[in-house]
């Protein structure tokens, strides 16, 4: 069983979200969680422990076990807008790629 532990004197509603972002982002996303922190996930499974550690998950694959670029920078845009993001923006060049800086 696992527990679920949060920083003292932080309550979920008010921490700051990140994005853990991977082809399985299922261990950032744990990490962070226990951190305190809200977590979005950006990765190709979106399986169950993820999504018990993210609320918000977001299907950034490509073929196979590839991210496809413009799903990362289409969810990258979505998660910059949430309330309280840490650390990142985004602009696009010109190719469907993404500058992710931290």
Known sequence: MHR????????????????????????LAQSAR??????????????????RYAPLWFDIGGEGLSIDPQRLFDALERTARLPR??????????????VVRC
């Open 85 to 98: 993001m840490r650390g990142c923006s985004t602009r696009r060049l010109d190719s469907p790629t993404c």
């Open 4 to 27: 679920l532990h949060m920083t003292p004197g932080i309550r979920s509603s008010q921490a700051p979200y990140i994005a853990a972002i991977g082809l399985s982002a299922r261990m």
């Open 34 to 51: 226990r951190a305190g922190l809200n977590v979005a996930a950006l990765d190709i499974f979106g399986d169950r422990d993820t999504r």
